[in-house]
C-alpha cells in the first residue's frame, strides 16, 4: 500500500508549501520573525524522542491521506498538510506549534501492544481497539461515520474481518461519539448485538452542553478549531488534539449500558475492562479505562501531550481542575504500579511505567498548580487579567513538551478558575453595568478626537510590535463604525501577527478567522431552527423540549397562556407543556388537568416537527397525530420559535 507525501513521516527537509496564500494574508513582520526565533532558545527542541513514540507500531498510513463519504465527497485530507514536511518553522508559526503539528501529522493505524491497536489522523481524536475473543472493542467512534468506518477498513485490510462486539464512549464530545454510525448500525445495537457502553450522565451532559447552547457554539468552534481558514503557514496548521475537524456531520447511538459506580468491572467478548469514574472533569461525563491483560491504561481525554482547556474557546461549563487533578491522582493510585502503557484518546502513547509515572505526575501537577496559584493570586486581590499576565509555569513543567500551551493557555486557563470560584464579575463595581460593545466604542471614538492622529500613533504601536494594544484599540474603531475600513485593516494586520506568534493552535485559528471576518466579512450563513433529524431520536424527551423553551420568541410570546399535553405512544411518555410569562416549561411524567390541548403522537412523528420541512398540519393529515380540544394550539406554539444563522459576526458589531 503506497504512501502519499502527508502520509509519511516529516522528513527533515522540504519546501514550505501547502494550499495557496489567501490574496489578503500578509508575511510575518520583523517583531514577529524575531519572537518566534526566540521560542528556539527558550524551550528543549534537541529533545526529539516524541517523533520516534509518535510512529511507533506504526502498521500502515490512512490511503492517500484522505477519508471520503457518500459519492466521493471528501471529507478529510492529510494533502492539505504538506507544507508541514519542512523542520524548520516560517516565520508565520510559532516554532513550539510548528514542532506538534508535524507530530499530529502521525496517521493510520498503529498497534499499541498486541491485541491493542489505534486509528489516529483520521479526525481530531483517535479511535482505540481492543481485540477480543469473537471481535473487537472499539474505545470512541471520532467525529463522523465516514471517520469511523474509514478507520476501521483500515485495521479489518491488516487485522481480518472482525466484527465489533462493543461500542464504548468515554465521554460525552462530539469527536467521541459523532462516528457511531461508522462502528455499528441502530439494528445492531437494538439487538444487543453491539453494546453501547458510557459514563453516567452522558446523555444529558451531551444535551446540556452541545444542544442548548449549541448554536453560539457552533459558530465559537470555528474560530478554536480554524475550519473557515486555508491550510498554509500562513492559515491553520493544527488544532491542539489534532489537525482539525472532519467535514461530515456527527451521528449518535444512545448508550445502553451506563457505568456508574466510582469503580466497575466488566468482561466483554473475553476482555477483562476495569472503568474508573472521571466525573466533572475534561468533560461533566467521563471515564478513564484499565486493560489489566494488556497492562494498558486509558486516561481518555483527561491527560494529552498538552496543557488542555479549563475553558475551550468555543464555550462550555468552566471545568473543575482541582477534581480533574484528583482523577489522575486516583489513576496512579489504582492503576501505577502495574501499568506499562499509557493511551489516550488523542496524541500517542507512553510506553514504560517510570515514564508514564512522571508524565502523570507532571499532569497532576499542571491542572493544581494553575487551579491553586490562580486563586492564591486572586486571594491578594489581582483581577482575571491580572492574575491572567502574572500566572506562570515551574520551569519543571514549562519545559516539559507535554505541558505547554497548544491548546488551552495558562492564560485563559487561569482566568477559567477564576470564573468557576467566583464568576464573571471581577469584584469592581466600574465592570457590573458597562455600556455594550458599540455603544460604548461610540463614546471612546468621541473622546480620542481626531480619528487621523489615532490612527497615526496606533500604526507607529504596530511598528513597535505592540500588537495586543492595537487590536485593543482598533476593535474600539471598528465597533464604533464598522465601515472604517483603515481600523478595519489595521486590526485585522495586528490579530494575523498575534496568530502568527501565537503557540496555542486555538488562539492562532481564533486570531487568524478575526483578521479573516475583518476583511473579507462573512459567508455561508444558513437559517436552521431545529436539531438535526438523525440526532433528535437519541436525546431524551426533556432536552427536546428544552430547546424548544430556547428557540421562544419571547416578545411574541407576552400575554399567551396555555398548556399542551404531548403523548407519545411509541415511548410511553407524557410531557405537560406550559406557555406562561413568555417561558416555556414542562414536565414529564403526567399530564395537566387544566390542559388547553390534548396531542397524541409519537416521538417519531414530533421529531419530525421539531427538526422542521413539514408543519403540524401534515402530521394532523397523515394521521400520525390527533388532537383533543383546541387543535390550534400546536401550529401556533411551532410559529413563535426562533431560527438561527448558523454564522454571525464575531469580531465586527451584530
Not at 54 to 71: F, N, S
Not at 562 to 574: A, L, M, N, P
Request: glycine letters at 8%.
Amino acid at each position: 500500500m503506497g504512501r502519499s507525501p502527508c502520509a509519511r513521516r516529516p522528513s527533515a527537509r522540504g519546501s514550505v508549501g501547502g494550499q495557496a496564500m489567501p490574496s489578503a494574508a500578509k508575511p510575518a513582520t520583523a517583531a514577529t520573525t524575531a519572537a518566534n526565533q526566540a521560542v528556539l532558545a527558550e524551550l528543549p527542541f534537541y529533545d526529539t524522542a516524541d517523533f520516534a513514540e509518535a510512529w511507533r507500531g506504526h502498521v500502515a498510513p490512512l490511503p492517500d491521506g484522505v477519508v471520503r463519504g457518500k459519492a466521493g465527497r471528501l471529507v478529510w485530507d492529510l494533502g492539505e498538510y504538506r507544507f508541514l514536511e519542512t523542520e524548520q518553522a516560517p516565520p508565520e508559526v510559532n516554532p513550539s506549534l510548528w514542532r506538534l503539528a508535524r507530530l499530529n501529522m502521525a496517521n493510520g493505524l498503529f498497534e499499541v501492544c498486541p491485541g491493542v491497536y489505534q486509528i489516529r489522523g483520521l479526525d481530531l481524536a483517535n479511535m482505540t481497539i481492543v481485540e477480543g475473543e469473537r471481535g473487537v472493542i472499539v474505545i470512541d467512534a471520532l467525529t463522523n461515520a465516514e471517520a469511523a468506518a474509514t478507520g476501521l477498513a483500515l485495521y479489518r485490510a491488516h487485522r481480518g474481518e472482525r466484527p465489533v462486539s462493543a461500542l464504548i464512549y468515554t465521554h460525552s464530545h462530539a469527536d467521541h461519539f459523532g462516528g457511531a454510525f461508522g462502528v455499528a448500525s441502530l439494528d445492531e445495537v437494538r439487538a444487543g448485538r453491539v453494546p453501547v457502553i458510557a459514563p453516567d450522565g452522558f446523555m444529558e451532559e451531551l444535551g446540556a452542553e452541545s444542544v442548548l447552547a449549541g448554536i453560539p457554539m457552533a459558530r465559537r468552534a470555528n474560530f478554536q478549531f480554524g475550519g473557515a481558514l486555508h491550510r498554509g503557514v500562513r492559515g491553520q496548521v493544527d488544532a491542539g488534539l489534532g489537525k482539525r475537524m472532519g467535514l461530515a456531520v456527527s451521528t449518535l447511538l444512545p448508550p445502553t449500558d451506563l457505568i456508574v459506580e466510582p469503580v466497575e468491572s466488566r468482561t466483554i467478548d473475553g476482555v477483562e475492562l476495569v472503568f474508573q469514574m472521571a466525573p466533572q472533569t475534561e468533560a461533566p461525563a467521563e471515564m478513564h479505562i484499565w486493560l489489566p491483560k494488556q497492562r494498558v491504561l486509558n486516561m481518555a481525554e483527561n491527560t494529552t501531550r498538552h496543557l488542555h482547556n479549563f475553558i475551550p474557546l468555543r464555550g462550555a461549563q468552566a471545568r473543575d481542575t482541582r477534581v480533574w487533578s484528583n482523577a489522575i491522582t486516583t489513576s496512579m493510585a489504582l492503576f501505577g504500579d502495574q501499568a506499562e502503557i499509557l493511551v489516550a484518546q488523542h496524541h500517542w502513547p507512553i510506553w514504560g511505567r517510570e515514564k508514564l509515572l512522571g508524565y502523570l505526575g507532571r499532569q497532576r501537577d499542571l491542572y493544581k498548580h494553575i487551579h491553586d496559584q490562580a486563586l492564591r493570586l486572586a486571594a491578594r486581590g489581582l483581577r482575571p487579567a491580572e492574575i491572567a499576565e502574572r500566572l506562570r509555569l515551574p520551569d519543571s513543567l514549562a519545559q516539559d513538551w507535554a505541558c505547554r500551551g497548544y491548546y488551552g493557555t495558562v492564560s485563559h486557563n487561569a482566568k477559567a478558575v477564576y470564573q468557576r470560584y467566583l464568576s464573571w464579575y471581577d469584584g469592581n463595581p466600574a465592570n457590573l453595568d458597562p455600556l455594550p460593545p458599540a455603544e460604548a466604542a461610540r463614546k471612546l471614538v468621541e473622546y480620542l478626537g481626531p480619528l487621523d492622529a489615532v490612527m497615526a500613533r496606533a500604526r507607529d504601536d504596530f511598528a513597535r510590535g505592540e500588537y495586543r494594544w492595537v487590536v485593543q484599540l482598533m476593535n474600539q474603531l471598528v465597533f464604533a463604525d464598522p465601515d472604517n475600513a483603515a481600523a478595519r485593516e489595521l486590526c485585522a494586520d495586528a490579530h494575523e501577527q498575534l496568530g502568527y506568534q501565537a503557540e496555542s493552535a486555538t488562539w492562532r485559528n481564533a486570531y487568524l478567522l478575526a483578521a479573516q471576518e475583518l476583511r473579507g466579512g462573512i459567508s455561508g450563513s444558513r437559517a436552521v431552527g431545529f436539531l438535526r433529524p438523525d440526532m433528535l431520536p437519541a436525546l431524551s424527551t426533556e432536552v427536546v423540549f428544552d430547546w424548544l423553551g430556547v428557540r421562544l420568541k419571547a416578545e411574541q410570546a407576552a400575554g399567551l397562556h396555555w398548556r399542551i399535553d404531548w403523548h407519545f405512544t411509541d415511548r410511553g411518555e407524557i410531557v405537560a407543556q406550559n406557555l406562561e410569562n413568555a417561558t416555556l416549561t414542562q414536565r414529564l411524567g403526567t399530564g395537566s388537568a387544566a390542559a388547553d390541548a390534548r396531542v397524541t403522537t409519537t416521538r417519531a412523528a414530533f421529531d419530525r416537527l421539531v427538526a422542521g420541512g413539514v408543519g403540524f398540519d401534515v402530521l394532523l393529515a397523515e394521521g400520525a397525530a390527533t388532537v383533543a380540544g383546541d387543535a390550534t394550539l400546536p401550529a401556533k406554539l411551532f410559529a413563535l420559535l426562533d431560527v438561527f444563522e448558523t454564522i454571525f459576526p464575531v469580531v465586527t458589531p451584530r
